[in-house]
């Protein structure tokens, strides 16, 4: 044998050594429907695909990785996830349960959910600061076997687990009931959206887009951004009525409370809004229903986060999951029945969502308030 010949050998040899140290990509296999509890792991459509993941032993190791923070709907969120953690009959499959907000950095939450997968967590949750820069990480989850979901502001990818609400339905049927409500011609709204960028932004402008563009009539939108907070939300608010704003409607994406007293505090008109599910929300509108503040109140509950984990769990355990889980849309009018839409004795924070009855998922009050939106 010549020496062209043993290097021919001894590259091929190589080659071979390489192939089999490569790690084989853990991915979920695509398999048949139905899901392991249809109820609750509800496929997004027809189309949608169904994951099983190789099943590993618990208790398992399951982290969330959030973004953004700054609003009332970030923190209970955080809240119910610890607190859904913590049941007895959850606790018994989780190891360890880590959170961690990055703020709107999108870099810092792709380098802490890849921080994650390095660590050996069994799950990565992520609500995501961009729906379309976590591909590295999607593929970095499954090559390590760890199972990546997405809710709320879901990663745009079909290697992950996506939880969420139809964000656009939502944006539209805001547009709608708006609409329904004033004969103005042309008529002026006011639109308070969220931070931008962000999915869900995204996904209830366009809905709201689509629902004025669907029903012909001409409608002058006036845009601000109040980060979905009620101190941001009231200030734009008032800033654009002080400019001189005079508005037939007001759509706010989140902080519905806040925009709604700039508008009664600047005493300048009483008109129709659509909000979140904000319990200050809902009260306000019932005390200035008759005044003209009629109101469409709903969205997405903060416990989706606990469905997130039921989900994560189900998955580990090698369960057949929907590749994209609908969740149900609430959405009411008011005036809002006390003791059931509304709660004078609880917090004005307080986001409504918190029980997926599908999912036997629910919580009390008292177990939220003895947890914090702090990073653990």
């Known amino acids: 044998m010549n020496s062209t010949s043993l290097l021919a050998l001894a590259a091929g040899a190589l080659t071979a050594l390489m192939i ?31 994951f099983k993941y190789a099943a590993k ?16 709907w970030r923190v209970q969120m955080i809240k119910v996830a610890k607190a859904y953690a913590e049941q007895p009959d959850v606790a018994k499959d989780i190891k360890e349960f880590k959170v961690i907000s990055v703020g709107e950095d999108i870099a810092a939450q792709i380098a802490a959910a890849n921080n994650f997968i390095d660590q050996g967590f069994d799950a990565v949750i992520v609500n995501a600061n961009n729906s379309s820069a976590f591909g590295g990480v999607v593929r970095k989850a499954n090559e390590a076997g760890v199972v990546l979901l997405s809710f709320d ?20 049927a805001a547009g709608e009931f708006l609409l329904k409500e004033t004969t103005a011609d042309p008529a002026n709204f ?6 931008a960028g962000q999915p869900v932004d995204i996904a209830r402008a366009t809905g709201f887009s689509e629902a004025i563009a669907a029903s012909g009539r001409k409608v002058n939108v006036t845009e601000v951004v109040g980060n979905w907070a ?20 007001i759509y706010v994406e989140g902080g519905s409370q806040g925009a ?23 009260l306000m509108c019932n005390d200035n229903h008759d005044k003209g ?23 580990l355990k090698g369960e ?27 917090p004005g924070s307080l986001f409504t969502g918190n029980n997926f009855s599908a999912c036997k998922i629910g919580f009390t009050v008292e177990e939220i308030s003895t947890q914090t939106g702090d990073n653990n």
């Not at 979920?28 to 509800?42: H, L, N, Q, R, W």
């Not at 800033?239 to 409607?249: H, L, V």
């Open 20 to 50: 089999v140290a490569t790690p084989v990509a853990a991915a979920p296999e695509i398999v048949s429907g139905p899901s392991a509890d249809p109820e609750c792991f509800k496929p997004w459509d027809a189309d949608t695909k169904f």
């Open 230 to 249: 009620p101190g941001d939300a009231q200030k734009v608010t008032a800033d654009a009525i002080a400019a001189g704003g005079m508005f037939d409607a």
């Open 320 to 346: 057949v999951i929907p590749q994209v889980v609908a969740l149900p849309t609430s959405i009411s009018q008011s005036p809002y029945k006390v003791g059931e839409q509304a709660f004078p004795e609880l």
């Open 153 to 172: 502001n879901v990663i745009d990818d079909p290697m992950n687990i996506q939880i969420n609400v139809d964000q656009v339905g939502i944006g539209r």
């Open 260 to 282: 709604a007293q700039a508008m009664l505090d600047a005493g300048k008109f009483i008109v129709p809004m659509a909000g979140e599910d904000e319990n200050a929300f809902r």
């Open 57 to 72: 032993p618990g208790p398992y190791r399951i982290a969330l990785v959030n973004g953004f923070i700054a609003n009332d």
């Open 190 to 195: 006011l639109f308070v959206r969220g931070p």
């Open 293 to 315: 503040m009629h109101c469409s109140s709903g969205g997405t509950g903060p416990a989706q986060s606990a469905v997130t984990i039921k989900t994560a769990i189900a998955a």
